[in-house]
């Protein structure tokens, strides 16, 4: 295992041409008929305290690329490092003690909390496994934790049942600070909160990451919120990872018609603007299991060529740090 | 640990320490006692149950001395329950059937829950070809109607009560292994259980602590409906004279043998089916006010 040599020219994670696909098994003796390709060739790195926002539509891969990341998920092929360390051939030992590095916060803040048990304890837990703090000590570390998360360390003893939304999603972000990692993949973290609370969210996140030095995978398909807190942004479609740039970038000239549709469907709190046609999306993200040949994004673009149904458009930097899979750039 | 199951009484103190033990448990048991039904149904299980062990104390009669002088006496005294054909005291009977009834009842009960709970957690929690093998074998046996295969373990194993108790488990064991498969199989796919996968928690940890004690709800509540059920199939048994052997008295075996003299001397099936039917009522909602007491997200108030 490769450790830290110089730490600023390691990226903290870096995928490369990371595959997940899931077999569908059919009939009595579980035949393998085909394959969604949920991830299919995705190649990113991170750097520290960078926070990557990850966008596309429901079904496009973004949560099994964060759960591939973590091991939830076993990637097909392809490479996961994180700070210089090659994931994916770890064995069940190596990869608890790597889980340190990498936590995850969920999306849905009711179901991620076990209803049956103080949400202290389900910290304090964190802590146990892992031989940080046991008894005592785990709690005072625990209350130390709900402080910083925005929580009365009174509430501890509470069960999830209790608490609104947005402090369940707190309780679900200071479980993933209790092994004080380094990167945490946060899939969808706000969506399922009402407005109002999603900024606090979103807040709270930015604080940990000024604080602690954080990096966060985000998860999202609210590019409002992307914009508030990504330094970079990618765009998935269909299991492939369509374009990459900085954020400011990004909003200001997208060359991925995808990403223009993206951009074009956050509404314009003015009724006299409206969309170009052309540039809403129609109809709904083609089967992952019968991805379309050629660009994957063909069907569906307003801008398609004849070799768009042909060619698989190369993923390439088209200025520094701006990377687009498109044909026509 | 996990001693968490029944403390879920949030105080308004600042202090963020949890109690364990005696005090929480005294406490949840009070808070449990707070609701009339469950005063009244553990109260009718208690009395259930010490009816059961002070049978040999309280009963006026021998289970067993047959009188036929005063055989299908109608309730009165000294019989407060009346008599049988063979002149036995119905009252003495039921009292000593509570013992073998309710033994049995919550012997088969216990340990149905206890093997297939493992079996139907191990199906789904593992899943793959582990949980095809176990719910196969399942089928297989529920395929054979509970009662042919209890009367043929019976009549190889002989009628004893462990024989008894062993053929009336193997049906029980198969409903709760259904059950308790499909309630990890919901409680898995939850994101806190991904959570703990996460956090590099061990299978077992994550079974024990965090997918058990999700599913308790349905099992418990199968487990009060079977306890009734076990005793009536018992009963069936006893009247193909597989059951308990006379004159050991069970409620199953006495009412079967009381449906002959249904028209004119009907107390002989009706007390200890009253009792029956007490006993039912009494574990139904018992295991209602269980379930829902230990359930922190409130439960109904029937």
Same mark, same amino acid.
């Given at each position: 295992?490769?450790?830290?040599?110089?730490?600023?020219?390691?990226?903290?994670?870096?995928?490369t041409?990371l595959?997940?696909?899931?077999?569908i098994?059919?009939?009595?003796?579980?035949?393998v +008929?085909?394959h969604?390709?949920?991830?299919?060739?995705?190649?990113?790195?991170?750097?520290d305290?960078?926070?990557?926002?990850?966008?596309?539509?429901?079904?496009?891969?973004?949560?099994?690329?964060?759960?591939?990341?973590?091991?939830?998920?076993?990637?097909? +092929?392809?490479?996961?490092?994180?700070?210089?360390?090659?994931?994916?051939?770890?064995?069940?030992?190596?990869?608890?003690?790597?889980?340190?590095q990498v936590?995850?916060?969920?999306?849905?803040?009711?179901?991620?909390?076990?209803?049956?048990i103080?949400?202290g304890?389900?910290?304090?837990e964190?802590?146990?496994i892992?031989?940080?703090?046991?008894g005592?000590?785990?709690?005072?570390?625990?209350?130390?934790i709900?402080?910083?998360?925005?929580l009365?360390?009174?509430?501890m003893?509470?069960y999830?049942?209790?608490?609104?939304?947005?402090?369940?999603?707190?309780?679900?972000?200071a479980?993933?600070?209790?092994?004080?990692p380094?990167?945490?993949?946060?899939?969808?973290?706000v969506?399922?909160?009402?407005?109002?609370?999603?900024?606090?969210?979103?807040?709270?996140?930015?604080?940990?990451?000024k604080e602690?030095?954080? +990096?966060?995978f985000?998860?999202?398909?609210?590019?409002a919120?992307?914009?508030?807190?990504c330094?970079r942004?990618?765009v998935?479609?269909?299991?492939?990872?369509?374009?990459?740039?900085?954020r400011?970038?990004?909003?200001? +000239?997208?060359?991925?018609p995808?990403?223009?549709?993206?951009?074009?469907?956050?509404?314009?709190?003015?009724?006299e603007?409206?969309?170009?046609?052309?540039?809403?999306?129609?109809?709904?993200?083609?089967?992952?299991?019968?991805?379309p040949?050629?660009?994957?994004?063909?069907?569906?673009?307003?801008?398609?060529?004849e070799?768009?149904?042909?060619?698989?458009?190369?993923?390439?930097?088209?200025?520094?740090?701006?990377?687009?899979?498109?044909?026509?750039? | 640990?996990?001693?968490?199951?029944?403390?879920?009484?949030?105080?308004p103190?600042?202090d963020?320490?949890?109690?364990?033990?005696?005090?929480?448990?005294?406490?949840?048991?009070?808070?449990?006692?707070?609701l009339?039904?469950?005063?009244?149904?553990?109260?009718?299980?208690?009395?259930l149950?010490?009816?059961?062990?002070?049978?040999?104390?309280?009963?006026?009669?021998?289970?067993d001395?047959v009188?036929?002088?005063r055989g299908?006496?109608?309730?009165?005294?000294?019989h407060?329950?009346?008599?049988d054909?063979a002149?036995?005291?119905?009252f003495s009977?039921?009292?000593?059937?509570?013992?073998t009834?309710?033994?049995?009842?919550?012997?088969?009960v216990?340990?149905?829950?206890v093997?297939?709970?493992?079996?139907?957690?191990?199906?789904?929690?593992?899943g793959?070809?582990?949980d095809?093998?176990?719910?196969?074998?399942v089928?297989?046996?529920?395929?054979?109607?509970?009662?042919?295969?209890?009367?043929?373990?019976?009549?190889?194993?002989?009628?004893?009560?462990?024989?008894?108790?062993?053929?009336?488990?193997i049906r029980?064991i198969?409903?709760?292994?259904?059950v308790?498969?499909?309630?990890?199989?919901?409680?898995k796919?939850?994101d806190?259980?991904?959570?703990?996968?996460?956090?590099?928690m061990?299978?077992?940890?994550?079974?024990?602590?965090?997918?058990l004690?999700?599913?308790?709800?349905?099992?418990?509540?199968?487990?009060?409906?079977?306890?009734g059920?076990?005793?009536l199939?018992?009963?069936?048994l006893?009247?193909l004279?597989?059951?308990?052997?006379?004159?050991?008295?069970?409620?199953?075996?006495?009412?079967?043998?009381?449906?002959?003299?249904?028209?004119?001397?009907?107390?002989?099936?009706?007390?200890?089916?009253?009792?029956?039917?007490?006993?039912?009522?009494?574990?139904?909602?018992?295991?209602?006010?269980?379930?829902?007491h230990l359930?922190?997200?409130?439960g109904?108030?029937?």
């Amino acid at each position: 295992m490769a450790l830290d040599q110089s730490k600023s020219n390691i990226p903290l994670l870096e995928v490369t041409n990371l595959k997940t696909h899931f077999p569908i098994r059919k009939g009595v003796f579980s035949r393998v +008929s085909g394959h969604v390709y949920a991830v299919d060739g995705v190649t990113i790195s991170m750097q520290d305290g960078e926070t990557l926002g990850l966008v596309g539509e429901s079904g496009s891969g973004k949560s099994t690329l964060g759960k591939s990341i973590m091991r939830l998920v076993e990637p097909t +092929s392809g490479e996961i490092k994180i700070s210089g360390t090659e994931i994916t051939g770890l064995n069940k030992q190596d990869m608890f003690v790597h889980r340190r590095q990498v936590q995850m916060v969920f999306q849905d803040p009711y179901s991620s909390l076990n209803p049956r048990i103080p949400v202290g304890k389900i910290v304090a837990e964190a802590l146990q496994i892992h031989g940080i703090a046991t008894g005592k000590e785990a709690e005072d570390m625990v209350k130390d934790i709900f402080q910083r998360v925005g929580l009365r360390p009174s509430q501890m003893r509470n069960y999830a049942n209790e608490f609104s939304g947005g402090q369940r999603q707190r309780i679900g972000i200071a479980r993933a600070l209790a092994l004080n990692p380094k990167l945490i993949i946060a899939d969808e973290p706000v969506s399922a909160l009402d407005v109002s609370v999603q900024a606090q969210v979103i807040n709270l996140f930015m604080d940990l990451q000024k604080e602690y030095g954080l +990096s966060y995978f985000f998860i999202a398909h609210d590019l409002a919120v992307v914009a508030q807190i990504c330094h970079r942004i990618a765009v998935m479609y269909l299991g492939k990872i369509v374009e990459i740039a900085d954020r400011d970038e990004l909003f200001k +000239s997208p060359l991925h018609p995808y990403t223009r549709a993206l951009l074009a469907s956050i509404p314009i709190p003015n009724p006299e603007i409206r969309p170009a046609k052309d540039r809403v999306l129609q109809g709904d993200i083609p089967s992952p299991s019968n991805p379309p040949k050629g660009c994957r994004f063909h069907t569906r673009c307003p801008l398609v060529e004849e070799k768009c149904r042909i060619d698989t458009p190369e993923f390439k930097e088209v200025s520094p740090g701006h990377w687009a899979a498109c044909h026509l750039t | 640990m996990t001693d968490t199951t029944h403390t879920q009484i949030p105080m308004p103190s600042d202090d963020s320490g949890y109690r364990s033990g005696w005090s929480l448990f005294a406490e949840s048991s009070n808070k449990f006692l707070e609701l009339k039904l469950n005063k009244f149904s553990f109260g009718l299980t208690m009395f259930l149950i010490v009816l059961a062990i002070l049978a040999p104390w309280i009963a006026p009669f021998p289970y067993d001395v047959v009188d036929p002088a005063r055989g299908l006496s109608a309730p009165g005294w000294p019989h407060l329950m009346g008599t049988d054909q063979a002149g036995r005291d119905i009252f003495s009977r039921v009292l000593y059937g509570a013992q073998t009834s309710l033994s049995i009842g919550l012997v088969t009960v216990l340990f149905g829950l206890v093997t297939g709970v493992s079996l139907g957690a191990i199906s789904g929690y593992v899943g793959g070809w582990v949980d095809e093998v176990i719910m196969r074998l399942v089928e297989i046996f529920m395929s054979v109607p509970g009662i042919v295969m209890a009367l043929a373990l019976v009549s190889i194993l002989g009628p004893s009560v462990p024989s008894i108790i062993l053929a009336l488990s193997i049906r029980r064991i198969t409903q709760f292994s259904r059950v308790a498969r499909g309630s990890v199989l919901s409680v898995k796919s939850q994101d806190y259980v991904t959570a703990c996968h996460a956090l590099g928690m061990s299978n077992a940890r994550i079974v024990f602590a965090h997918v058990l004690p999700n599913c308790i709800g349905p099992i418990i509540v199968l487990a009060s409906v079977l306890l009734g059920n076990v005793i009536l199939t018992e009963s069936t048994l006893s009247f193909l004279g597989m059951g308990i052997q006379e004159p050991t008295p069970s409620w199953g075996g006495m009412i079967a043998k009381g449906n002959e003299f249904l028209t004119f001397a009907p107390w002989i099936s009706l007390f200890p089916g009253g009792f029956l039917f007490l006993t039912m009522i009494a574990f139904n909602l018992l295991g209602d006010g269980v379930r829902d007491h230990l359930d922190p997200r409130g439960g109904s108030v029937v």
